[in-house]
């Protein structure tokens, strides 16, 4: 059966066209909306400004298709192959792309609203710009893509893989991030409020002046992490590591930071007002001049700690472990 055919069949009512063979068909423009092709191979076909709204293609071959501004709204793509398809312009919105395997696509250009990636393969693919607001991306493969200026505000990335993603730019206010490994990235100045990243890997991750509001962040390990001048406002950072992690100059009022480990960590200078350090590790920590008024550091660990310099008016340090520890005067605590 060929293209011909196929065309022939749709104009008489007929629909389902499974596992039809189309190498390289000729398909542009052409009308098969609602139609079934799961299975079909169409690996290079030419399929520009087709419409193939609410179709299903399950498991087919679109490997190297030409799908230039198609209307593939609301169709059923799951398990599809479309490595180095050209979606350019290509409406997708609604569509379903559980673990398809899209490495190497261009989707410049594309509508992508409500799109379902799931477990899908997006290595390499080129995604500079696009709205992705609050779409699915759980445990997406996105390794070496191209992510700058791209709106993943409530985007769920949960288990998803962004090693040598770039990323300038990007938005990423109320995304889910948990368990990601980000080490070494680079979100220095970005808009991170309300950013879901609890249980993160952020070794050595830049956040230099980014605005993490707000943010859930429990348990993360930021050991060398650099967050100078970050804002952290009333985050939730309990459990956190930040070992010789650089705070210097950081917001962290009213932020949790319960049983956080900050041996070494660079606090010169940060405000800590009304923060929860209670049981805190903070051995060997450098606190010049931070303002911890209000701030409870009960049970906290402070041996070896500098606090010259710093407000501790309205702190509560009881049972706090200070032997060895800067105060504030000068004076080491015996």
């Given amino acids: 059966m060929d293209s011909y055919d196929i065309l022939r069949l749709y104009n008489q009512g007929e629909r389902d066209f499974r596992g039809a063979n189309l190498p390289a068909a000729n398909l ?29 293609m399950l498991e087919a071959n679109l490997n ?9 709204s609301f169709v059923k793509l799951k398990g599809s192959h479309l490595r180095e398809a050209d979606l350019t312009k290509a409406d997708l919105r609604g569509s379903h792309l559980a673990n398809a395997d899209l490495a190497g696509a261009k989707m410049s250009g594309a509508i992508l609203n409500w799109v379902t990636f799931y477990r899908a393969n997006l290595a390499g693919v ?9 779409i699915n991306l759980r445990s997406a493969n996105l390794e070496g893509a191209n992510l700058n200026w791209t709106n993943l505000s409530g985007a769920r990335l949960s288990g998803a893989k962004l090693k040598g993603a770039l990323l ?33 890997k952020l070794q050595a991750t830049n ?9 859930q962040m429990r348990n993360v390990k ?28 950081t917001d962290l009022r009213e932020v949790n930071l319960r049983n956080a480990d900050l041996r070494g960590a660079n606090l ?36 070896g700690a500098s606090l010259r310099d710093a407000a501790i008016l309205g702190a509560d340090l009881r049972d706090a472990i200070l032997e060895g520890t800067i105060m504030p005067d000068g004076k080491i605590y015996l």
Avoid: P
């Fill in 28 to 56: 542009i423009g052409v009308e098969l909306t609602h139609a079934n092709l799961s299975g079909s191979n169409l690996k290079e076909a030419s399929l520009a400004r087709a419409h193939l709204s609410r179709c299903f």
């Fill in 222 to 249: 930021m050991e060398e992490a650099n967050l100078k001048q970050a804002v952290l406002y009333q985050s939730n950072m309990m459990g956190a590591q930040f070992i010789e992690a650089n705070l210097m100059k």
């Fill in 126 to 134: 080129n995604l500079c710009g696009a709205n992705l607001n609050g």
């Fill in 168 to 200: 300038e730019g990007v938005k990423l206010t109320g995304a889910y991030l948990n368990g990601l490994d980000l080490g070494g990235l680079n979100f220095s100045a970005m808009n991170l409020a309300d950013v879901k990243m609890s249980g993160a």
């Fill in 268 to 303: 010169n200078l940060s405000q800590l007002n009304g923060a929860d350090l209670t049981g805190a590790n903070l051995q060997g920590a450098y606190l010049w001049g931070a303002d911890l008024d209000g701030a409870c550091l009960q049970g906290a660990d402070l041996r």
């Fill in 207 to 215: 956040f230099t002046g980014a605005n993490l509001n707000n943010a």
């Fill in 64 to 72: 190297g298709a030409f799908l230039y501004s198609a209307d593939m």
